[in-house]
């Protein structure tokens, strides 16, 4: 088996060795290798933290397993392999369809940054008048901003809407009339993906007895996935912003704003804290510091929301 197994390399590699000899040139080839190897890199950072991970590990395994049926001349699992893996790419683009177009609009966004960074401070200004005037009616509202982590393995996907992201239509979505108030709104690429949807619940046992539902929807969403959620409490009439798994309270509409700037216009701060400290510098806030970050079990209860 040994001896057996030894032969079929030497074949292989003098096969190999025959066809770089003869098709080989040094400078072509050495661009097309490191422009595949700069766009492989390129897709696992895209799918870093993501349940993708899983399943390109699941073709790569078949991969493999194909690379050994044929070093061991295994003909009828060799055929099978090959005929299922001759629908890889298109298994490819139904599995990571979502992934494949936040990297789309990541290369539109850095083609064209001035426009994208204007798409993004009217979709902000957007949310905000509406976590504003929806604060002032005391309806309550969960609005999930989607950014790198896909969402859809996660949440239960409600109605599908694909629309432009309005103060009018996310107020018309959370009233109390609306049957779909009682979900999430999610927001995907700059659009009103989907509404009425149920996100996952927190597991965390020290929470505050008065913490209501959406506030622990939104920790358990920002918990297991890079999303920012902005809670609107009907009982409190507070406004809230969830990352990371911790919550941001009692925003006005200037520092929700500041907070969703530094976010999404910056690029990443992830700490809840340095994200209200920084947007109460950039609002001028002038009624003392900006609300913190605290332990779960030190933030205040916001009653059912």
Sequence with gaps: ?????????????????????????PIRDTVDIAVVGFLLYWLLLLIKGTRAVQILVGLVALIALRLAAALLGLATLSWILD????????????????????????????????????????????????AQ?????????????????????????GTALDAAVTKDLLVSVFLPYSPLHDGAVVIQSGRVAFAGCILPLTLRTDLPEGLGTRHRAALGITEETDAVVIIVSEETASISLAMGGEMIRDLDGPRLRGALRDVFARGGRRDASEVAERAAEEEGAAEGPAPAAAPADARPGAGSA
């Design 1 to 25: 088996m040994i001896e057996f197994l030894w032969n079929r390399l030497v074949v292989v590699a003098q096969e190999l060795w025959a066809f770089l000899a003869t098709n080989y040139d």
């Design 83 to 130: 005929t299922f893996l001759a629908s890889a790419p298109l298994i490819i683009i139904v599995l990571f369809q979502a992934d494949l177009r936040r990297a789309l609009a990541r290369v539109g966004r850095g083609v064209f940054q001035g426009i994208a960074e204007r798409q993004d401070t009217q979709i902000i200004e957007e949310i905000v008048r509406a």
């Design 133 to 157: 005037t929806l604060a002032q009616r005391r309806v309550g509202a969960l609005v999930v901003l989607e950014r790198e982590t896909g969402l859809e393995d996660l949440i239960q996907v």
